[in-house]
Antibody
Framework: QVQLVESGGGVVQPGRSLRLSCAASGFTFSSYDMHWVRQAPGKGLEWVAVISYDGTNEYFADSVKGRFTISRDNSKNTLYLQMNSLRAEDTSVYYC??????????????????WGRGTLVTVSS | SSELTQDPAVSVALGQTVRITCQGDSLRGYYANWYQQKPGQAPVLVIYDKNNRPSGIPDRFSGSRSGNTASLTITGAQAEDEADYYCNSRDSSGNHVVFGGGTKLTVL
C-alpha cells in the first residue's frame, strides 16, 4: 500500500525538542525528494523543509532555519524532522509529502502526489 | 517576491462554474499546483503543471495560467467540491516551496 505515516507529535514545552518521523511504504523511497509541510490550527499550509532523494541537499523555510533539521534513512524508508528550540508558533499539524519531479518535453515540472495524515505538535507550557 | 496570494473565500451555486486564482511573481517561471483539503484531512492534489489531473480527479477541474496568475476552474461545481484550495509553486531560487494562503470554497 502506497502511504506515508507520520509519528512523534505531542505536547512539548517551549524551548524543548521533538523529533518527527515519517514512514514510507509502497514506493521506492530512495528515489524521491521528501518535504515537511505544516498547518497551524485554522490556518493555511506552510512549507517547512525539503531533503533530496539521497540526502545531500536540504532547504528550510526562514521560519525554522537554524532550529530544525531534516534527515532520512533510505535503508529504513523513513524521513525525520528534528525540531529544536520550539516556540508556541510552531504549534501545527506536520505533514510529510512526496515530491514527484518530471522532466517533460517543455521543461521539468513537479508536484506533491502523496501526503501523510499528519501528526500534531503542540508547543505549550 | 516569493509569496502567492489567493482570495480567502469564494462561493458558487451548485452546478455553476467558479474560478479560484493564485497570484505571484514566481508564477511567471513556474506553473502552480493545486490541492484540495477537506476538514480534518490531508491535502489532495487536483491539478499539476500546466493543466494535468491525477487519476481519480474529475474532469470538471482544470488549470490555467496568464502572466503571474494561475487559476483553478471548477466547471459544474458539486457539493463535494466544498473545501479549501491551495496553490503552490517554487520561489525564484527554485529551492524553496511556497503555498498560497488558501481559498475556502462554499457551494451554495
Amino acid at each position: 500500500q502506497v502511504q506515508l505515516v507520520e509519528s512523534g507529535g505531542g505536547v512539548v514545552q517551549p524551548g524543548r525538542s521533538l523529533r518527527l518521523s515519517c514512514a514510507a511504504s509502497g514506493f521506492t523511497f530512495s528515489s524521491y525528494d521528501m518535504h515537511w509541510v505544516r498547518q497551524a490550527p485554522g490556518k493555511g499550509l506552510e512549507w517547512v523543509a525539503v531533503i533530496s532523494y539521497d540526502g545531500t541537499n536540504e532547504y528550510f523555510a526562514d521560519s525554522v532555519k537554524g532550529r530544525f533539521t531534516i534527515s532520512r534513512d533510505n535503508s529504513k524508508n523513513t524521513l525525520y524532522l528534528q525540531m529544536n528550540s520550539l516556540r508556541a508558533e510552531d504549534t501545527s499539524v506536520y505533514y510529510c509529502a512526496k515530491e514527484v519531479l518530471v522532466v517533460g518535453t517543455t521543461g521539468p515540472y513537479w508536484y506533491f502526489d502523496l501526503w501523510g495524515r499528519g501528526t500534531l505538535v503542540t508547543v505549550s507550557s | 517576491s516569493s509569496e502567492l496570494t489567493q482570495d480567502p473565500a469564494v462561493s458558487v451555486a451548485l452546478g455553476q462554474t467558479v474560478r479560484i486564482t493564485c497570484q505571484g511573481d514566481s508564477l511567471r517561471g513556474y506553473y502552480a499546483n493545486w490541492y484540495q483539503q477537506k476538514p480534518g484531512q490531508a491535502p489532495v492534489l487536483v491539478i499539476y503543471d500546466k493543466n494535468n489531473r491525477p487519476s481519480g480527479i474529475p474532469d470538471r477541474f482544470s488549470g490555467s495560467r496568464s502572466g503571474n496568475t494561475a487559476s483553478l476552474t471548477i466547471t459544474g461545481a458539486q457539493a463535494e467540491d466544498e473545501a479549501d484550495y491551495y496553490c503552490n509553486s517554487r520561489d525564484s531560487s527554485g529551492n524553496h516551496v511556497v503555498f498560497g494562503g488558501g481559498t475556502k470554497l462554499t457551494v451554495l
